[in-house]
């Protein structure tokens, strides 16, 4: 039967080392810091971690459309490449890179260490003083786990998988994730992410023994948009004002006094209508007023003929 290698996943000898002391990226007016040069085929800054007894994943640059990309080969394998930097979340809070597989672990199950393998998969690591209460988050493309979807590492309760892609869909084609890994910090540990301290790369198939392939690109730390700030692979849209709620007649602010108007010698002071002068009683629509009633003129009375006139 077939011992199960202690890979606790590649965390353990990236916090062995960020704990040693990490290299500092300069955080000046620069928007990108590029981690990974592999398209120029630099590896300056990256060392190969190895797992104890377990044979070596093969890593190398091949060309593929005129440019250098970084292949890593596993048989049965697990070892990852790790560069130890040390990044300010607050003004570096996004990660970009691109990369590419040739097929899932065919035996991957990520949920259980006995299928815990991965064709591509990169690490943010966040040093938090002692080894046990570092932390990571490991981007992966899930053989069982669906796009989005989130778990726990089955090695560390400290490590939790982002599936960014999954499955043999996208399989022989580069992807580009864009992830605000602070963000994903706070969604998944619920507090401010303390400074990176390390970002690897690992391509292993030891646990299930079978072979896998995966092709890495260039990774990029990104600053905070000043208008918008890439969240996990979208821009956040401006918001738009919204309507003004109705104003309530207790919250309408006082009047204010207006200061009289300063008179010029000579000048007649114009009279003011009363108040009650100012206001138009019209009548309603389509209402015809009422006839207007007057009293009945008195006829005068006749005279009466005067003796001996005929009438």
């Not at 690490?123 to 493309?141: D, H, Q």
């Not at 389509?286 to 001996?308: D, F, L, R, S, W």
């Amino acid at each position: 039967m077939r011992s199960i290698p202690m890979k606790h996943i590649l965390v353990t000898a990236v916090v062995l080392l960020t704990l040693t002391g990490t290299r500092c990226l300069v955080e000046g007016n620069e928007s990108v810091l590029h981690v990974g040069k592999f398209s120029a085929g630099d590896l300056n800054g990256w060392k190969e971690e190895t797992i104890w007894n377990t044979k070596k994943t093969s890593y190398s640059f091949i060309k593929e459309n005129g440019k250098s990309v970084l292949m890593g080969k596993s048989a049965n394998a697990a070892s990852g490449l790790l560069n130890k930097i040390t990044i300010d979340p607050k003004v570096y809070p996004v990660i970009r890179w691109s990369w590419k597989i040739d097929h899932t672990v065919l035996k991957g199950n990520e949920r259980s260490k006995n299928g815990h393998d991965f064709a591509a998969r990169m690490y943010v690591v966040f040093p938090r003083g002692l080894f046990s209460r570092t932390r990571a988050i490991e981007y992966v493309w899930g053989n069982v786990m669906s796009k989005g979807e989130i778990l726990r590492s089955p090695y560390s309760n400290n490590a939790v998988m982002i599936a960014v892609n999954s499955g043999n869909e996208l399989a022989g084609k580069w992807v580009t994730n864009t992830r605000n890994y602070a963000d994903d910090y706070r969604a998944v540990f619920g507090e401010e992410p303390p400074k990176v301290g390390g970002i690897a790369v690992m391509t292993d198939s030891d646990n299930t023994g079978e072979s896998a392939i995966g092709y890495f690109g260039d990774i990029d730390v990104l600053a905070a948009a000043k208008d918008s700030e890439p969240h996990n692979g979208e821009h956040k849209k401006k918001e738009v004002p919204r309507e003004s709620p109705p104003i309530q007649p207790h919250l309408l602010p006082k009047h204010e006094l207006v200061p009289a108007k300063e008179l010029i010698p000579g000048e007649a002071v114009p009279k003011e209508s009363p108040p009650k002068d100012q206001i138009q009683q019209l009548p309603a629509i389509n209402e015809v007023p009422a006839p207007v009633e007057t009293a009945p003129v008195p006829k005068p009375p006749i005279p009466a003929p005067k003796p001996g006139t005929a009438p």
